[in-house]
């Protein structure tokens, strides 16, 4: 019987084994110079500049806000005393206090989404008109946004003046109306708010216009142009194919315009000069203020400081989990 002569089957598969090693040495080496540590340590300054800019104010509002910390306190007089959690029962018990939140919320829930709708809308025209329309439309949105709040505020109160005021004048030359004299900003707080709305949304429009648009420009003609000949109709297109594709921009949008229209502050302050102090028109902005600045009742300001932390926690948890979400797949 003959003996079949040895191959070299064996060797080979050896070989490629140890090439297979040598590769897998060489794989695990280059894994191992992408997890260097370096980008970490890059990462430490800007860390700490964080820490520290935006750590150290809540460290500092959240310790206040379990002391009793006034004018004597304030003046380096008087030591803070510890009170523990009457800062927070007092504003939980304060009425006033619920009904300025509930206010609020009700405030930037609605300017935040009109804004969000007034600015799709602009951004959607924009990709609609021709350029020069869109590049005119672009510098006015433009201007709107850079103009200062205090110069805009100006303007804003000149329009809305009762004696004076450019919105009287306009609303007077309609038959039948008659807004002599009528105070938009001193009389009945929804007034108020609608005006301050208004201004709110304006400020706010271009923003979301702009990066609506940045979106917009980054959905496929083709694929639009094929929804178009497969018979769908244009609300169909917007609804099914372009916001599902822009839905993460509408959705950090409508986050910062939450937070910005939970806490603002200048555009009510000056309406209120304005108009009337009365506590009627505040919102936790300027009730923070009021009570904690102007009212030298730090400790509670503090605590209620929390309390909008707290709050816009709560909002934007929509959007934190969905970014959880996002991780996990």
Do not use: H
């Not at 989404?113 to 600015?119: C, E, F, K, S, Y």
């Not at 940045?214 to 609804?239: H, N, P």
């Amino acid at each position: 019987m003959a003996v079949p002569a040895p191959t070299t089957l064996k060797p080979k598969g050896k070989l490629r084994a140890g090439s297979a090693e040598r590769g897998g040495r060489s794989d695990e080496s280059v894994g191992a110079r992408r997890r260097t540590p370096v980008p970490l340590f890059l990462l430490i300054p800007a860390i700490a500049i964080l820490l520290f800019g935006m750590g150290y104010p809540v460290v500092w509002q959240i310790i206040t806000s379990f002391q009793k910390y006034g004018a004597l306190q304030q003046l380096g007089g008087k030591a803070p005393d510890f009170v523990g959690l009457d800062n927070y029962i007092a504003v939980a018990t304060s009425p006033t206090f619920w009904e300025v939140a509930i206010r609020s919320v009700l405030f930037c829930l609605v300017t935040a989404l009109i804004t969000v709708v007034v600015g799709m809308a602009l951004a959607l025209l924009m990709t609609r008109v021709p350029s020069g329309v869109r590049i005119t439309l672009q510098i006015a949105l433009l201007l709107a946004w850079a103009m200062p709040v205090v110069a805009a505020m100006t303007v804003w109160i000149w329009l809305f003046d009762r004696r004076r005021g450019v919105v009287n004048y306009l609303l007077d030359l309609i038959p039948g109306v008659d807004m002599n004299q009528f105070n938009w900003i001193g009389g009945e707080p929804f007034v108020f708010f609608l005006v301050a709305s208004i201004i709110v949304v304006w400020m706010s429009v271009p923003f979301v216009a702009f990066s609506a648009y940045a979106g917009l420009t980054q959905v496929s003609t083709e694929m639009v142009e094929a929804s178009q000949l497969d018979g769908a109709t244009g609300w169909q297109r917007l609804r099914f194919i372009v916001l599902p594709i822009i839905r993460p921009v509408i959705m950090i949008v409508l986050l910062l315009n939450l937070i910005w229209d939970l806490r603002v502050f200048t555009q009510i302050t000056m309406l209120q000069d304005a108009g009337s102090n009365s506590s009627d028109y505040d919102l936790l902005g300027t009730y923070i203020y009021k009570m904690g600045v102007a009212g030298l009742n730090f400790g509670q300001g503090a605590a209620m400081a929390i309390f909008v932390l707290a709050l816009t926690i709560v909002l934007s948890w929509f959007y934190i989990r969905s970014l959880l979400k996002e991780d996990q797949v």
